[in-house]
């Protein structure tokens, strides 16, 4: 298994934490979502879901990431999110572009004291359909 890991501002935490913010907006705080951190070359997030597809062909990128929904067990510490992705394939031999939406879930665990969250994202020969469910 493939892991992420990225700090956090404990303010943003704390705030979580208090209930001003869910989880979803905690997670769009400390994820590189916007358009200019997912065109970076350095984008780890990126990396980590084009993985998935890199065996499928042409030259593909990913345009756009969302949140659509996550949760989160407040005791345990553990949450899964669901990425909504946009990927953008372009093949050069036939000048062809092709498009898709698509969605993966991602276990995540916030370890408060050393203020890190773990992304944990399945290896492609351990991925199944039955983790979509």
Known sequence: MAELKIE?????YKSL?????????????VLPLAIE???KPSNE???RLLSYHSDEGGAVTITRIELDDANYDT?????KVDFNYHL???FACS???TDYEKNDKVDFSIDTENGVITFVFLDLNT???????
Do not use: P
């Open 8 to 12: 956090f501002s404990g303010v943003d």
């Open 127 to 133: 991925r199944s359909t039955a983790e979509e469910f």
């Open 37 to 39: 951190d997912v065109v």
């Open 75 to 79: 005791d345990k510490k553990v949450g």
């Open 95 to 97: 000048y062809s572009d």
């Open 88 to 90: 953008a394939y372009h």
């Open 45 to 47: 997030l990126v990396h």
């Open 17 to 29: 934490e208090t209930g001003e913010i869910g989880i979803t907006d905690f997670l769009s705080k």
